[in-house]
């Protein structure tokens, strides 16, 4: 089976822009998560989706956002951006049937914010 | 709430000695404890989980964690280290029914020649 991608893997915005970064999970998995990775608040979740719907969300602002398509391929977004959101954006998928199954994690999308 | 703590940012081990990297948990109710590796540039990659049953789980590249209740601990262990075991590694935690994970800060892991 071939594993979560992502893309774009690198992208260079300028604070204020916005982004959308993809991630398409493994074959047959359901649930997707995203985490934001910095070297000072290291590894921190984002929200997660199952079938369309988010059904967890962490303490993030309301400029992250995120959607999931019926083929279960998701879309994060990140509305005017600021410095601190430079960071190592990676997407996990998994089965989706409970938190006892482990998460299958992508390379990640490395945003740098100017 | 649930945490995880990693109290050593930092573990080096001579190439062929047995290698443990610490790790406690907080989570109300049972845990479903996890260990990932990352290595440069890459995303994580999971090594291993506890879920149920015996409190010794073996995972990938010969590492094995033993889960311990009364220390709310779940070290990872390799009998004998590789230099390519060098790497950072993420103790996480879930509760059931939420697929959240909460990981700890990391420990990197360097073996030396």
């Known amino acids: 089976k071939a594993g979560v991608t992502q893309t774009p893997r690198y992208l260079i915005k300028t604070r204020g822009q916005q982004v959308t970064l993809s991630c398409s999970p493994i074959s047959g998995h359901r649930s997707v998560s995203w985490y934001q990775q910095t070297p000072g608040q290291g590894l921190q979740f984002l929200f997660e989706?199952?079938?369309?719907?988010?059904?967890n969300k962490g303490n993030f602002p309301g400029r992250f956002s995120g959607r999931q398509f019926s083929n279960s391929r998701s879309e994060m977004n990140v509305s005017t951006l600021e410095l601190g959101d430079s960071a190592l954006y990676l997407c996990?998928?998994?089965?989706?049937?409970?938190?006892?199954?482990?998460?299958?994690f992508g390379p990640g999308t490395r945003l740098t914010v100017t | 709430a649930q945490s995880v703590a990693q109290p050593e940012d930092q573990v080096n081990v001579a190439e062929g000695n047995p290698l443990t990297v610490k790790c406690t948990y907080s989570?109300?109710?049972?845990?479903?404890l996890f260990w990932y590796v990352q290595y440069p540039n890459r995303g994580l990659q999971f090594l291993l989980k506890y879920i149920t049953g015996d409190n010794l789980v073996k995972g990938s590249y010969g590492f094995e964690a033993e889960f311990n209740k009364s220390q709310t601990s779940f070290h990872l262990k390799k009998p004998s280290a590789l230099v390519s075991d060098s790497a950072l590694y993420f103790c996480a935690v879930a509760n059931f029914g939420n697929e959240k994970l909460t990981f700890g800060t990391g420990t990197r892991l360097t073996i030396i020649p």
């Open positions: 989570v109300s109710g049972n845990p479903y």
């Open positions: 996990a998928s998994s089965n989706g049937q409970g938190s006892s199954y482990e998460q299958y």
């Open positions: 989706y199952f079938s369309e719907t988010q059904r």
